[in-house]
C-alpha cells in the first residue's frame, strides 16, 4: 500500500517493505479499532519489559491501564514508550521456507507516556477501553471510587505512529514458480462461542443485550 502522508518524526520512518507501510491517520486508527490487545513495551530498572494490555482510543490518543502496582505501568510514568497492535490474518506459505511469511495488519506508536489524573478523564479513559473489546461498560455495576483509585491509566498521542499491512500469496523467486512445491496462503479465521455463564451466577439473570447482540445467546 502507499501512503501521502509523511511521518511525523523519523522514528516511525518506515525503512523496510515500505510499498506496505501507510501514516495515514485513518488507516491507522482502522487497524487500532479492529484490534483488542496491545503490547506496551518500557525500559525498567531491570531491563525492557513488554506486556500485553487492554487498550482505548480517540481520534489523537490511546490508553491503556492496569493495577496501580503494576511495575511497568509505574516504570511508564512520564517515560517513552512503545505500544503495539497486531492482527494476524493468515499464515503464508511459499515454495521454500525462506519465504514463509504471514499476512497482518500492525501498527506502532511511539511517545512519551502520561499518568491520567483528573478524574473525569480517568473514567472516561476507563470507559474506553472497556467498551473498545465489547460496549457494555453500562451494563455492569459502576466503577466504585475505590476501583478507580486502584486503576493506573496513561495515555500515548497517536502523533507518532506507523502502520504495517500485508496481504495476499508468497513472494517466490522466479525459478521457483516452475518447481513442484505448493505456495499459497491459509486464512486465519477467528470466532466467539455461546456465552456461558459464571459458575456462582444466581438464577435467572440473563446475559445483558450488549453481549448477546454482539457474541449471540
Same mark, same amino acid.
Given at each position: 500500500?502507499?501512503?501521502?502522508?509523511?511521518?511525523?518524526?523519523? %522514528?516511525?520512518?518506515?525503512? %523496510?517493505?515500505?510499498?506496505?507501510?501507510?501514516?495515514?491517520?485513518?488507516?491507522?486508527?482502522?487497524?487500532?479499532?479492529?484490534?483488542?490487545?496491545?503490547?506496551?513495551?518500557?525500559?525498567?530498572?531491570?531491563?525492557?519489559?513488554?506486556?500485553?494490555?487492554?487498550?482505548?482510543?480517540?481520534?489523537?490518543?490511546?490508553?491503556?491501564?492496569?493495577?496501580?502496582?503494576?511495575?511497568?505501568? %509505574?516504570?511508564?510514568?512520564?517515560?517513552?514508550?512503545?505500544?503495539?497492535?497486531?492482527?494476524?490474518?493468515?499464515?503464508?506459505?511459499?515454495?521454500?521456507?525462506?519465504?514463509?511469511?504471514?499476512?497482518?495488519?500492525?501498527?506502532?506508536?511511539?511517545?512519551?507516556?502520561?499518568?491520567?489524573?483528573?478524574?473525569?478523564?480517568?473514567?472516561?479513559?476507563?470507559?474506553?477501553?472497556?467498551?473498545?473489546?465489547?460496549?457494555?461498560?453500562?451494563?455492569?455495576?459502576?466503577?466504585?471510587?475505590?476501583?478507580?483509585?486502584?486503576?493506573?491509566?496513561?495515555?500515548?498521542?497517536?502523533?507518532?505512529?506507523?502502520?504495517?499491512?500485508?496481504?495476499?500469496?508468497?513472494?517466490?523467486?522466479?525459478?521457483?514458480?516452475?518447481?513442484?512445491?505448493?505456495?499459497?496462503?491459509?486464512?486465519?479465521?477467528?470466532?466467539?462461542?455461546?456465552?456461558?455463564?459464571?459458575?456462582?451466577? %444466581?438464577?435467572?439473570?440473563?446475559?445483558?443485550?450488549?453481549?448477546?447482540?454482539?457474541?449471540?445467546?
Amino acid at each position: 500500500m502507499s501512503s501521502e502522508h509523511e511521518p511525523a518524526t523519523d %522514528r516511525v520512518q518506515l525503512r %523496510r517493505g515500505v510499498h506496505r507501510g501507510s501514516h495515514d491517520p485513518a488507516v491507522i486508527r482502522e487497524i487500532l479499532a479492529a484490534g483488542l490487545a496491545a503490547h506496551v513495551g518500557v525500559s525498567t530498572e531491570d531491563g525492557p519489559l513488554v506486556l500485553p494490555m487492554a487498550y482505548g482510543i480517540t481520534e489523537d490518543t490511546i490508553y491503556v491501564h492496569g493495577a496501580a502496582a503494576n511495575a511497568l505501568l %509505574r516504570s511508564a510514568r512520564s517515560q517513552e514508550v512503545c505500544i503495539t497492535v497486531t492482527l494476524l490474518d493468515a499464515l503464508v506459505f511459499a515454495r521454500t521456507p525462506f519465504h514463509n511469511s504471514m499476512n497482518y495488519r500492525c501498527v506502532v506508536v511511539r511517545g512519551s507516556a502520561r499518568v491520567v489524573d483528573e478524574p473525569d478523564e480517568r473514567v472516561m479513559a476507563l470507559r474506553l477501553i472497556s467498551d473498545h473489546v465489547v460496549d457494555n461498560w453500562s451494563a455492569g455495576r459502576p466503577p466504585s471510587d475505590i476501583d478507580i483509585r486502584k486503576t493506573l491509566i496513561i495515555a500515548v498521542p497517536l502523533t507518532e505512529a506507523s502502520a504495517k499491512i500485508r496481504n495476499g500469496g508468497p513472494v517466490d523467486e522466479p525459478d521457483d514458480l516452475e518447481g513442484e512445491h505448493w505456495g499459497g496462503y491459509v486464512p486465519l479465521i477467528t470466532s466467539w462461542g455461546t456465552p456461558i455463564d459464571s459458575g456462582d451466577l %444466581r438464577p435467572g439473570i440473563a446475559p445483558p443485550l450488549t453481549i448477546t447482540a454482539a457474541f449471540g445467546g
